[in-house]
């Protein structure tokens, strides 16, 4: 193999890493790969492994503007049509008293942690069918992972 070779299977080798998978791997490498050992990391072990990564939190504080027309990020009261998320991490669910809350959400009986805050920004209505959040939800578990590694700060 020559160096010419050797460097650009590198780059593949280096970009692979960088897209997270081993589809830009020549065939000879990703071959070699040890196939992984467990499931992928969730949006919540994701955020609670990054949660101190400054570039991480910066991109959920931008993904926030979802939630900012209706939640304030600092504890006040009755300003805005949802509840305020500031100290939202393992304060149990529905329980402002400034707030409105659903039905629903009235009758639940958990804590707000990693794992609840995961399911419900993906869809709301998944954790607590009829909610009256009417946010549809984030797909993608990195943008979920990293506004929850934001919402760790408040």
Known sequence: MNSTTRTIIAAGAVGAVLLGGTAALP????????????DPPSARDTAQAASANPR???????????????????????????????????RQAAILEDSVYSDALKGQDFVWDEEKLDVWLQRPANLVPGTSMVFAGLPREE??????AYLKTL
Not at 61 to 71: D, E, G, P, T, V
């Open 143 to 148: 943008n979920r992972a990293a506004l929850i």
């Open 27 to 38: 065939l000879t490498l990703a071959a070699q790969q040890a196939p992984p050992t467990q």
């Open 56 to 90: 991480l939190i910066a991109r959920g504080k931008r993904l926030y503007i979802f939630c900012q027309a209706c939640h304030a990020a600092e504890a006040v009261s009755g300003s805005k049509i949802g509840p305020n998320l500031a100290g939202i991490f393992n």
